[in-house]
Nanobody, 123 residues
Framework: QERPVESGGGLVQAGGSLKLSCATSGRAFANYAMAWFRRAPGKGREIVAHISWNGGSTYYTDSVKGRFTISRDNTKNTVALQMNNLKPEDTAVYYC????????????????WGQGTQVTVSA
């Protein structure tokens, strides 16, 4: 699978919404678990959400539960992250990642990474 490409980041006020998209190319996208990670200034990379190959299983880190939704479209080879009620602490570079296996919360388990997209939430 080729490198994922993220889009949709930007600057938004607290309480606002953004939708991130990740596009991939190559065959067998449906064989890959997909995830969104983020890296805030001065912090390490953390899992935000992941989704299984068919979308039947999802995971969210506690701080985004009820606000973010991960989804995928296997016909278009894309995965999305809808982010609502954004908070300043959501400010980070967001990365899309994939692995040809079951989903994982560990960044080291993922084989393919996008270049990242900046999300900035102002107070």
């Amino acid at each position: 699978q080729e490198r994922p490409v993220e889009s949709g980041g930007g600057l938004v006020q607290a309480g606002g919404s953004l939708k991130l998209s990740c596009a991939t190319s190559g065959r067998a996208f449906a064989n890959y678990a997909m995830a969104w990670f983020r890296r805030a200034p001065g912090k390490g990379r953390e899992i935000v959400a992941h989704i299984s190959w068919n979308g039947g299983s999802t995971y969210y880190t506690d701080s985004v539960k009820g606000r973010f939704t991960i989804s995928r479209d296997n016909t278009k080879n894309t995965v999305a992250l809808q982010m609502n009620n954004l908070k300043p602490e959501d400010t980070a570079v967001y990365y899309c990642a994939s692995r040809r296996a079951t989903p994982s919360r560990l960044a080291g388990d993922y084989d393919n990474w996008g270049q990242g997209t900046q999300v900035t939430v102002s107070a």
